[in-house]
């Protein structure tokens, strides 16, 4: 079974690219597949729809492709305490909130999402 990596990136546009070489290497090292979706950032779009990651077979970034990945219902989550399904969060449904000063990890269901 395979392994994948979620990233939704965060930033400006160099910051953007700058965390994606990042996760890519990454999943190189720890044999990942990484399902970037910059449809949930500040970005909104499909990647696939405007770039292509020239030799970068570990990288899946057509959401079309993401969300059938993420609808497998064999498909497990770690950490654990993340108990809902993936597709909510490709869907927006789920919103994750990350706080760097306190290194915690707070989900917050859609009616709670600004």
């Given at each position: 079974?395979?392994?994948?990596?979620?990233?939704?990136?965060?930033g400006?546009?160099?910051?953007?690219?700058?965390?994606?070489?990042?996760?890519?290497?990454?999943?190189?090292?720890?044999?990942?597949?990484?399902?970037?979706?910059?449809n949930?950032?500040?970005?909104?779009?499909?990647?696939?729809?405007?770039?292509?990651?020239?030799?970068?077979?570990?990288?899946?970034?057509?959401?079309?492709?993401?969300?059938?990945?993420?609808?497998?219902?064999?498909?497990?989550?770690?950490?654990?305490?993340?108990?809902?399904?993936?597709?909510?969060?490709?869907?927006?449904?789920?919103?994750?909130?990350?706080?760097?000063?306190?290194?915690?990890?707070?989900?917050?269901?859609?009616?709670?999402?600004?």
């Amino acid at each position: 079974m395979s392994k994948y990596v979620y990233f939704i990136p965060r930033g400006g546009i160099n910051d953007t690219f700058t965390q994606i070489r990042r996760k890519i290497n990454y999943c190189k090292k720890v044999n990942r597949i990484l399902l970037l979706d910059m449809n949930y950032g500040i970005y909104k779009i499909n990647v696939y729809d405007y770039l292509y990651f020239k030799n970068c077979d570990n990288v899946i970034y057509d959401m079309n492709k993401i969300k059938e990945i993420v609808s497998n219902k064999k498909v497990s989550v770690y950490p654990k305490q993340i108990d809902f399904s993936l597709l909510d969060i490709v869907n927006k449904k789920t919103k994750f909130i990350f706080t760097y000063k306190n290194i915690n990890l707070r989900i917050l269901p859609k009616q709670h999402v600004n």
